[in-house]
Each structure stands twice: as C-alpha cells, then as structure tokens.
C-alpha cells in the first residue's frame, strides 16, 4: 500500500500558495484531499482581481532563481512557460549593479567591479562584507535589526544596494528588519549559484501562474477544491478531526490560512496554547501597488526599475496584461500611505518620467493596498513549527519555521514541507 493511501483524507484550509503546494504534493502522492477557500477565488495574498476586464495583480511579486521550490511546482503545473527570467540587473538612480553571466562567485564578483554609482572604497567595502558573511557561514552569533548590522558599510552603498534588498524581500524597514533572515536571503540569492540571483518576472496575471492550474491538478486526481466555504473551527472525535460545519472527519488537517486566522481556530486544542502565543506575538506589514494604464507602452530600458534609493517604490513593465500597463510598487510601511492616493500616484508618476523620460498619456489607474501584506521580519521572532502538538493537525503559510520571510517561496516550501510530514506519518504506521 503506498504512503498516499496510508496518509488517509486530509483537509486543507486556505486556498494560498501555502495550501495549495501541500495539496498538489499530497494529490500526487494519491492522498484524498479537500481543499477549503473562504473566498471565491484561489490564490490568498497573491491573487488575480479584476480591473476593468484586465486580470491584474493584488500585488506585484517578484521571483528570484533561487526559488527552487516554487519552479519546481509551476514545472509541475505547467505553467512555467508563463515566467521570464533574467540575469540580475538592479537599477536605481545613480546606481546599476548587472551581474554578468558567469560561474559563482566571479558574476558576483564582476558584478560589483563594473557596478555604476559606487566608489571604489564602496565596492570594497561591499566585498568585505561579503568575505565577513562567509567567514561567518551566513550565521550570526545574535540576530538584531538589519540597520544596526549594517552600520559599518558606507551609507551610499546601504542606501542604493543592501537597503533596497533588504526592504523589498522582507517587507520590513531597516531599522526593524531581521538581519538574520536578511542573511539568509543574500546566502541563496545573490550569493548563491550563478542562476540563484536571477529575475524571474512573471508575464500573466498569478491566478494563472498557480491557483487556476493548481485546482486543475488536485481534481484531476480525485480531489476537491470547494470556494466560499468558511471553516469555523477544528475539533478531535472519535476517528480523526471534524471540521465545524462539515460532516465528515478527516485524518489530517491542514491549517493554511492567514496566521491571524490560525489561532482562532485551534481554540478547542489546549496543547496549543503555545502555537497561540506564537502567532499572537506577529505584527504586520503593508504593500501598496499602483497600477497604471498608459495609451502606448512607456520605454523601460528593462522591465523593473528602482524609482529611488533606501525605502523607495519598484516600477515594472507589464504590457503582458495588456499594452501600456505599469505596477509601480512600494514595500513596508512609510510617509508614502499617509498620502492621498491622488497625490500618490503624482508623485510615482514623477519619479517614473525621471527614469525613462516623457511618459504617454495616463488613461486610468488603480491603487491597491494590501494593509496585512507580510508579517513584519523582525530580529529573533519565534515561528511555529509545521507540527503541531495536536496529531494530525498542521501548519502551513510562509510564517512557519524556515529560513527565508514573507515570499512566495517560503509559502510553496511551507506547503510542501507539510506534505512531506503527512507522508512521513503515514510512512512509519
């Protein structure tokens, strides 16, 4: 009999990246999933909505080649034909840094040789810093906050090149940002492999990158995906564990949701008073996105650009939703969302038309703030584990255990983490 039979019906609760990973990993395997998804449409914090008859994004996202572990399932799903992907190349004003294609460490390396808008004691310094993270293998004897770690670099080179990294893969402001997951970060990215530091922009809207093709998948193989159906709670009986307003018990259920919601509905388990306490201690972030239709396609020299150094907004080219679409993004909290909207998109205008030049006419635009984005990156924050005390009952999301923050990647990696330990379960029955 294999695992998949062994492992017996699970539940997933939350249609995010997170569940839907664990339930295309599970539904490969053979295992019986149902998949639960309070609102009427798959994709969680990174989903598709609609403008005007355009597919656009809640958000947008930005990929990295190092995410292994979400370009192995869109592999899976098919749907990695949907991704263009290019070596690095950060620029912002006053500042390039284009990573040349050849083998680690010497893209880096050359990298930062020809990097514009940095001295030469600033590339030094950038390359000590280098040498003293792998002197220290990426593990730091405390974690603290990003802006006390790198206090030591110059602020030019914190300002157009550690800062914007930091900000934009943590979602976190420097001065509270975890300098330890901002290691982790640069360890499997920019100092990685050579292909680990690429861009891997997505050219379709993420309701087709992952949610629509992940569904597909778990049906196909037996599988149940059901929209607008809200679980209210999680309770142990006699077989396994009943879902409050679902008549039947399952084996193992997955707890996919946003971790503001996981709390609430582990109240009936007193062993997880501690995975309570966990989750009450999360604080949130922000992210606006301003959308942007133009009458033709502005002239992006390449398809995402900085608008400014530090905590500043990303600009990227989207004439694959259709002709003339800008997302202008802006990680963290900031002055920036105490602005008026209006007065908002101005101001990215500006920025916009002081990279690439004259902009075409706008013909409409739209601003999307997602106000509990990501959970703040903070120094030394305690996740839950994907295991919890409660057998059968588990976590899944990018806030559990791991080593990266708040991104697709930690998602799909939770996701499938979760079905490797329901697998290995049913394995040691």
């Known amino acids: 009999m294999s695992c998949g039979s062994c492992a017996g019906p699970t539940a997933i609760l939350g249609g995010g990246w997170a569940g839907l990973a664990c339930a295309v990993e599970l539904a490969a395997a053979g295992v019986p999933v149902t998949l639960f998804e309070s609102a009427k449409q798959l994709g969680g914090r990174a989903r598709s909505v609609d403008w005007r008859g355009i597919p656009i994004d809640n958000g947008q996202h930005l990929m990295v080649g190092a995410y292994r572990a979400t370009l192995r399932l869109m592999q899976r799903l098919g749907t990695a034909r949907l991704l263009e992907r290019r070596p690095l190349d950060l620029r912002v004003p006053g500042f390039r840094l284009a990573l040349p294609r050849l083998p680690a460490p010497w893209h880096l390396a050359a990298g930062l040789l020809r990097a514009e808008g940095l001295t030469w004691s600033e590339k030094r310094a950038a390359v000590r810093f280098i040498q003293h993270l792998k ?205 008026p909207p209006e007065a908002l998109r101005e101001r990215y205008l500006q920025r916009l038309a002081e990279a690439i030049g004259p902009l075409p006419a706008l013909t409409d635009w739209k601003l999307i703030v997602e106000k509990r984005a990501t959970w703040a990156c903070t120094p030394g924050l305690d996740r839950p584990d994907p295991a919890t005390p409660q057998p059968g009952l588990y976590l899944a999301g990018d806030y559990t255990a791991g080593p990266y923050p708040a991104t697709l990647e930690g998602a799909v990696r939770s996701g499938v983490e979760c079905a490797a330990r329901i697998l290995a379960g049913a394995c040691s029955k």
């Open 135 to 339: 002197s220290l293998r990426f593990r730091l004897p405390q974690d603290l906050p990003a802006d006390r770690f790198l206090r030591n670099q110059p602020a030019t080179l914190v300002d157009r090149l550690w800062g914007p990294i930091c900000i934009a893969a943590l979602n976190t402001p420097l001065a509270t940002a975890s300098a330890q997951v901002f290691c982790n970060v640069l360890r499997d990215s920019l100092m990685g492999a050579r292909g680990d530091s690429d861009l891997v922009m997505n050219r379709a809207a993420m309701g087709r990158l992952l949610p629509e093709a992940a569904a597909a998948f778990i049906t196909e193989r037996g599988g149940d995906v059901r929209l607008s159906h809200r679980i209210e709670g999680v309770r142990s009986d006699c077989v396994g564990l009943r879902l409050a307003g679902w008549d039947e018990s399952f084996r193992n259920v997955v707890i996919a949701t946003h971790p503001a919601h996981a709390a609430a509905l582990t109240t009936g388990f007193p062993a997880l008073a501690g995975v309570r306490a966990q989750l009450a201690a999360f604080t949130w972030q922000p992210i606006a996105t301003l959308w942007l239709r133009f009458a033709a396609p502005p002239g992006f020299p390449f398809p995402m650009l900085g608008l400014g150094p530090g905590q500043a907004p990303w600009a990227f080219e989207r004439n694959d939703l259709a002709p003339g679409m800008v997302a202008i993004v802006e990680s963290a909290d900031g002055p920036h969302l105490r602005l």
